[in-house]
């Protein structure tokens, strides 16, 4: 599961910063998904009493959001928002694995 994930993860950043591909939704909504399965992931792993990181896990996912909500909102490919949505999905992936 782990080395699918890691795969989705460099293909969707990959495509999500090229020219042709980044402007398109299907890109952006499968990142946004990936960030939401990994943040769901990372939140549940943890036990009840460690709530800092599970608060570390729900922020990372909470950058995610809001990275594609200021993506849909933009109209336009926004540097920001791809950043954004990058840190929650790379992050959110290295937070699970360590």
Known sequence: MFVVLGMLVIIGQVLLYQKRFGDRTGIWIQNILLSLLIGFLSFTSFPDNYTIKKAIALVLLAIGVVGFIVGMIA????????????????????????
């Open 75 to 98: 109209k336009r490919s926004s540097i920001a928002a791809k950043l954004m949505l990058s840190v929650s999905v790379i992050g959110g992936l290295l937070y699970l694995f360590f």
